[in-house]
């Protein structure tokens, strides 16, 4: 994310106090209210009076579309073309409002070029053609696709909702059943309803539905059933920031559920990792029998990138499910402390689980020797989970001396940042998978001399759990926690002199 403005569509006079920060001498501003008292050039555009012209005052940000289109020297047709594409499950009406709001747009953009000179000059690759555009709920959505994923509950919240309509999207081209359950309590209860029925399932929600989910996650763990569950971070306490970016509930998902038992959490940074951890998830729930947790945010959900191709050849859904026999044990106490799943009616014994604790049959039981085995049998799994860790991703020089430590979003900014103005013995450590730590990850922060951990919360989260659970405290930590991604320029403000 960068700084810098180049070119702003302003609908309300709120809108330049809060990105003033971000405007330069040069900025194009384009405003649709009078901006005479403002000190700075601004060019006037009825953007509302169009809309209105063309259907109504809603259109206006199709309107705005045309605008841009014309600036930046975009096809009028293809335009169009998007528009109807864009619209085609809505009333004949409204995509036709639509179009003409683009059209009328797109010609007032020209109008602007003419009379004003502005224009971008934005080199066409035909390349590009051929490229995916793909932003991160679609990356989540295509990686669970390719896990084998065939069920969704969810109760819709920003910004993890773009998640649940996509699969739904695709549920009959793909065989899944989505689910708008009445609440979080319910979705994840679903969830885990079609795990026990051999279904390959996940809910998608943010923080304040994750923390409804709790009893679920806790009742995942004495079931030992495998859930995966998407958790798309926003800001909070409460309802915080609900359009925003944060990364603050980290240790809510580390420490989510009472009890104590295994989970595994990652965190994608790129879109390809959130393609390839979202696919992963599943075969990990399914063979250790535990929550999966994935990690993102706002920023990773709406932000699109052109990519050449997912690694759908990396991906696949492996089942787990075993054929009981009339014999069966569901929790058959193992060396590696993964019982074989049976699911009902696949076989001739009997699947019994319970949320009290249990016996090997899966009938409660009150034993200390029993209780004492099952917990132990339980965080053994930690064990095949930590073998199939996803390392760690060092970019810069293998020598370092500074490492500048990520998890999740920060990624790509951090790797600018880096370009711009780190020091020849600066690297950069990314972390995908949060937790359990992979064990490559004490061998790089053990040969750091200084340890800097960047991070979107205000109380340095991830630097926290590499104090418990590597013995290594930062040296430093830059936080962000307004609302917003770090932007390139910052970030490298706050690096520069690190060495």
Request: proline share 5%.
């Amino acid at each position: 994310l960068k700084n810098d403005i180049d070119l702003l569509v302003a609908l309300d006079p709120a809108v330049i106090g809060h990105v003033d920060g971000r405007l330069r001498e040069d900025t194009v501003i384009l405003a649709d209210f009078d901006a005479s008292h403002l000190e700075r050039k601004v060019l006037s555009v009825p953007i509302t009076a169009i809309a209105k012209d063309a259907g109504g005052e809603l259109y206006g940000n199709t309107v705005a579309v045309g605008v841009l289109t014309a600036l930046l020297d975009g096809d009028p047709d293809i335009l169009e073309e998007h528009v109807r594409g864009y619209f085609s499950r809505k009333k004949p009406e409204v995509i036709e409002h639509n179009v003409d709001a683009v059209r009328k747009g797109y010609r007032a953009g020209e109008k602007l070029r003419e009379e004003e000179g502005i224009r971008f000059s934005v080199g066409r690759d035909e390349d590009v053609a051929e490229r995916l555009l793909v932003n991160g709920a679609e990356a989540i959505g295509m990686g669970a696709i390719a896990g084998g994923c065939n069920f969704i509950a969810s109760y819709p919240m920003s910004p993890s909702t773009a998640v649940l309509t996509f699969l739904a999207s695709r549920d009959e081209e793909f065989g899944i059943v989505a689910e708008q359950a009445e609440d979080e309590i319910a979705a994840v209860n679903m969830t885990l309803g079609a795990w026990y029925a051999g279904a390959r399932a996940m809910a998608t929600t943010s923080g304040g539905g994750f923390a409804l989910m709790e009893e679920g996650i806790s009742l995942a763990g004495v079931l030992e059933a495998p859930l995966v569950i998407h958790l798309a971070q926003r800001p909070g306490p409460g309802t915080g920031l609900p359009t925003r970016t944060e990364q603050g509930d980290l240790e809510l998902a580390l420490y989510a559920g009472h009890g104590e038992f295994p989970r595994v959490i990652y965190a994608p940074g790129t879109i390809e990792e959130a393609f390839l951890l979202a696919a992963k998830a599943f075969n990990v729930a399914d063979r250790c029998q535990l929550p999966v947790f994935i990690l993102t945010d706002q920023y990773t959900m709406d932000t699109y990138y052109d990519l050449s191709g997912l690694p759908l050849e990396e991906t696949e859904a492996i089942s787990h499910i075993v054929k009981t026999r009339v014999d069966y044990l569901r929790y058959r106490i193992t060396g590696d402390g993964i019982s074989p799943r049976g699911i009902p009616g696949f076989g001739d014994g009997l699947v019994a689980v319970d949320s009290d604790e249990h016996d090997e049959e899966g009938h409660i039981t009150e034993s200390a020797a029993v209780r004492t085995a099952m917990v132990e049998k339980r965080l053994r799994k930690m064990d095949q989970v930590i073998k199939d860790a996803v390392p760690p991703v060092l970019s810069g020089p293998e020598d370092f001396r500074t490492l500048l430590v990520g998890w999740g979003s920060t990624f790509h900014v951090i790797e600018e940042a880096m370009a711009m103005t780190a020091g020849e013995k600066t690297a950069h450590l990314h972390f995908p998978q949060v937790y359990p730590l992979p064990p490559q990850a004490r061998s790089y922060l053990d040969r750091a001399e200084k340890v800097v951990v960047i991070e979107n919360n205000a109380t340095g989260q991830f630097g926290r759990l590499l104090k418990i659970h590597a013995d290594r405290k930062p040296d430093r930590s830059i936080l962000k926690y307004d609302g917003s991604p770090f932007t390139v320029e910052g970030l490298a403000s706050a690096l520069d002199g690190l060495e």
